[in-house]
């Protein structure tokens, strides 16, 4: 009879570590920030999967996506209440739990198929490391996009390993962090550090891997002068249930741009929604924008919703008084699912007719890249949540950016974390392309970002006020930005051909030992 390898824990205490760790993981993200507990939470979950077979690997993956994502995505309830909130992490959970199988069998056969030191310090990390990147990109691309809102790279976005992804893009990062765990994990169940004369065999690979993350400096980017940029947060009643008149976003964006009328700037940014009209449209919007761009002698790079017959995009549009305006426009090209129009609208209207109705527009993907010229110097862009997508800022890249200018509008998240742990994800991009960042939003938290991920200039959160910050200019295309959608892919789906290979080697080697009266192990 086959031998199964025993559990690492019961399931009782199994359960109890998953749920430690997704807690622990979940204090690794802004507000707490405490980066350092991903060297916690990873082992913790990881220990917790060992030994387990079928559903209790899934019921172990749930309970630790379960106390990550209805923690780290609270912020989801602040207006509409628990639905959405519930619906998207318990929708977070169920593919954590189902991506959970795969790392428990790779912990079951490759220890069959390659026993030794290489095998079990090398081979096996590096494929629980990969299927935990898999398990990211999973979530970051289905259903309907995906959310990548939970990587494992975003929680160094203060630390000092947020380095490493100028060279291997955020799933690299994630792969080094987790296989620097596994490689741990392994060295203590093997019992290397018992053995004096072969410790040290098994503390380098863990070793290596730490002096990586710690020691390896940012890729560097080329200076190429600065851009002086008039970043304005009006503080408007921007959010979905605001009370407030036509026009009032516009004023309040108005108002607060009136300080700094007359600095001398390169271009004056907007936040998301910035314009609560479709200024392509509305004579009256057009006139005030050709007005204000007279006034400063300088182009507006502004946000509004913008109709093209019977679509709606969210637009990013470059404003210059005497100019055929719009003279650019990037649409969004990652709208919000259930935020910015609904996916499948009949079936879900069935489960929630009241909140499914709530969203009348539905937004339609944009198709260019995100990046305008503003007088010569190329600006990458985002709106929202297309930060969180590799595609939208890598695209930037490799168009010419070499600036990134963020638009957003956290109005509808006041009072809660989201703002900062999509700030952090505005770091990481900054750090991993070597590019700085200005990430405004209608509300906060507002910044320029440095192409080293330190903050140059802010304004505080929940009051209205405007920033001029002369915002340092790059050239020069990181690896992180030119290899990291291959590295991404090699990990993720290399890990899951891997697992397959590894299966059907295990496979093999059980039948030739049955067939040859062998016990099997």
């Known amino acids: 009879m086959p031998v199964r390898p025993r559990p690492l824990l019961p399931l009782w205490a199994a359960v109890l570590a998953a749920a430690a760790g997704g807690l622990l993981l979940t204090a690794a993200f802004p507000a707490s920030a ?19 077979r079928g559903w209790a690997a899934v019921l172990v993956g749930a309970v630790f996506g379960a106390a990550l994502f209805f923690l780290n995505l609270s912020f989801t309830a602040r207006y509409l209440g628990p639905v959405p909130w519930i619906a998207l992490s318990s929708l977070e959970t169920a593919l954590t739990a189902v991506m959970a199988l795969p790392l428990a069998l790779a912990y079951r056969w490759l220890p069959r198929l390659a026993p030794g030191t290489l095998g079990r310090l090398l081979a096996l990390p590096a494929l629980v490391a990969g299927l935990w990147v898999s398990r990211e990109e999973l979530l970051g691309t289905f259903p309907y996009g995906g959310f990548p809102w939970a990587r494992l790279a975003v929680t160094q976005a ?36 018992r053995a004096v004369s072969t410790a040290w065999r098994g503390i380098l690979p863990v070793a290596v891997t730490l002096v990586l993350l710690l020691a390896l400096p940012q890729f560097p980017t080329t200076d190429a002068g600065s851009i002086r940029v008039g970043a304005v947060q009006g503080n408007g009643p921007a959010g979905y249930f605001d009370e407030r ?4 976003v516009l004023r309040a964006q108005l108002a607060a741009t009136e ?61 210059q008084a005497g ?83 963020f638009q957003t509008n956290n109005a509808d998240f006041r009072g809660t974390d989201e703002n900062l742990q999509q700030l952090a994800f505005a770091r990481m991009r900054a750090i991993e392309a070597g ?85 099997v192990v």
């Open 34 to 52: 405490w980066w350092p507990v991903v060297f916690a939470a990873v082992p913790l979950a990881l220990v917790s999967l060992i030994g387990r």
């Open 158 to 193: 203060s630390s000092p390993l947020a380095d490493v992804a100028s060279w291997t893009g955020m799933s690299g990062l994630s792969f080094l962090i987790v296989f620097a765990c596994a490689s741990a994990v392994e060295l203590v169940r093997t019992g290397r550090l």
């Open 245 to 248: 008149e036509p026009y009032d």
């Open 259 to 319: 300080p700094i009328e007359d600095e001398d700037l390169d271009v004056l940014l907007w936040p998301e929604g910035g314009v609560d009209a479709d200024p392509t449209a509305n004579a009256s919007v057009a006139r005030t924008l050709d007005a204000l761009s007279a006034r400063i002698d300088a182009p507006l790079l502004i946000s509004a919703v913008t109709q093209r017959g019977e679509q709606y995009f969210n637009s990013s549009l470059v404003w």
């Open 323 to 405: 100019a055929d305006n719009p003279t650019q426009t990037y649409d969004k090209r990652h709208p919000v699912p259930f935020g910015e129009y609904v996916p499948d609208r009949w079936f879900f209207n069935l489960l929630a007719p009241d909140l499914i109705g709530l969203i009348q527009r539905e937004y339609t993907p944009g198709t260019a890249a995100p990046f305008v010229d503003v007088d010569g110097v190329g600006v990458g862009l985002a709106i929202c949540f297309d930060v969180i997508y590799d595609d939208v800022i890598r695209d930037g890249a490799l168009a010419g950016a070499e600036v990134y200018m």
């Open 435 to 519: 590019r700085a960042v200005v990430n405004l939003s209608t509300v906060g938290t507002s910044q320029v970002i440095g192409p080293d991920g330190v903050t140059v200039d802010a304004l505080p959160a929940d009051e209205p006020g405007a920033m001029v910050t002369d915002v340092p200019l790059r050239t020069g295309l990181t690896p992180g930005i030119v290899a990291g959608a291959a590295i991404q892919s090699l990990l993720g789906w290399g890990s899951v051909v891997a697992l397959a290979v590894v299966a059907l080697l295990v496979r093999r080697r059980r039948g030739h030992a049955e067939d040859a009266g062998l016990p």
